[in-house]
Nanobody
Framework: QVQLVESGGGLVQAGDSLSLSCAAA????????MGWFRQAPGKEREFVAA????????YYGDSVKGRFTISRDNAKNTVFLRINGLQPEDTAVYYC????????????????WGQGTQVTVSS
């Protein structure tokens, strides 16, 4: 069983920046595509960002392009999500996701989920 543990969420003000981390208990972390999804209250879970196993290619959801940056450190089995210019509409639970094949850009691609970390942006 693969464990993904997110951290870094919290209450921030509009315009702030935040970095989320996801630590993965996977022996072959570099072979997994990793990503982030988010779910706002009353809304469906949506794709935020994904990164290939080597970190050589990244993908972003249309609503976050330009403000979000995904990266990974395979030596530390960790994937990161940097969020700049936070807005109240970014308020959501952010979930780390992993897949054995490709990159997790749809929920159906995801093999493993983290428990989520809450990000709340006040105006």
């Amino acid at each position: 069983q693969v464990q993904l543990v997110e951290s870094g969420g919290g209450l921030v003000q509009a315009g702030d920046s935040l970095s989320l981390s996801c630590a993965a208990a996977i022996s072959t972390f570099g072979s997994y595509g990793m990503g982030w999804f988010r779910q706002a209250p009353g809304k469906e879970r949506e794709f935020v960002a994904a990164i290939t196993g080597t970190g050589g290619r990244t993908y972003y959801g249309d609503s976050v392009k330009g403000r979000f940056t995904i990266s990974r450190d395979n030596a530390k089995n960790t994937v990161f999500l940097r969020i700049n210019g936070l807005q109240p509409e970014d308020t959501a639970v952010y979930y780390c996701a992993g897949t054995r094949y490709g990159t997790p850009r749809r929920q159906s691609d995801v093999h493993y989920w983290g428990q989520g970390t809450q990000v709340t942006v006040s105006s």
